[in-house]
């Protein structure tokens, strides 16, 4: 429920879901005031980002509806 994208969920049930590339024991800044771009891990974001990319892409040009929306 802390996610920007869990509004989506609760009013719209839109699956909303979130790819973290951090922890919390490793990755105290989220949500804080100090959470900057300085503190960022943009080299491994991209790697997880073009890791995912094709599970979106099935999920999206899939024929099969896995989700009933509404």
Do not use: W
């Amino acid at each position: 429920q802390r996610s920007d994208n869990y509004p989506f969920h609760r009013i719209y049930q839109i699956p909303s879901h979130t790819f973290c590339t951090f922890d919390f024991n490793n990755y105290p800044y989220y949500h804080k005031a100090s959470d900057e771009p300085d503190k960022l891990a943009y080299a491994h974001m991209a790697e997880v980002v073009n890791y995912i990319i094709p599970v979106i892409e099935g999920l999206v040009n899939s024929t099969d509806q896995i989700v009933k929306l509404k």
